[in-house]
Structure formats: structure tokens, C-alpha cells
């Protein structure tokens, strides 16, 4: 019984500090991909250009920034 006990134990551990590595990567990236957008729109509107590919374009750097953010830190 304590063997089966301890398996469980340790199987709740891991998969607590996988969501909970998840829900930090995953902040990171939003807050990235919301800058980026925000920055993306700014660009595209002060050159003239199409505001929302510039978001599209900025959100996608932003995340890929904040993700890498995130695993370096």
C-alpha cells in the first residue's frame, strides 16, 4: 500500500510542475504577443502601411520573444 501510495505521490508532482512550467511559458508568451501587437499596430499606422498585418506580424515576434523570455529565465 505505501508503494502504491508513493507512485501516486509522485505522479501528482510531476504533473503539477509541468502545469504549472506551462502557465508560466504561457504568460510570458501572451504578454510578448500583446506588446508586439500594440508595437506592430504603432509601426503600421506611423508608416502607412496595413495596421493589421503590422499586428499580425508584431504579435507573432512578441510571443516568440516572450516564450524565449520565459525558457531562458
Do not use: F, W
Not at 22 to 32: D, K, N, P, Q, S
Not at 35 to 64: E, H, P, Q, Y
Request: with cysteine; proline share 0%.
Amino acid at each position: 500500500m505505501k508503494k502504491e501510495m508513493r507512485k501516486i505521490r509522485t505522479m501528482i508532482l510531476v504533473v503539477a510542475l509541468s502545469v504549472s512550467s506551462l502557465l508560466t511559458a504561457a504568460c510570458g508568451t501572451m504578454v510578448g504577443a500583446g506588446a508586439g501587437a500594440a508595437g506592430g499596430a504603432a509601426v503600421g499606422a506611423a508608416t502607412k502601411n496595413d495596421v493589421g498585418k503590422s499586428a499580425l506580424i508584431g504579435a507573432g515576434v512578441g510571443a516568440l520573444g516572450g516564450a524565449i523570455y520565459d525558457i531562458t529565465r
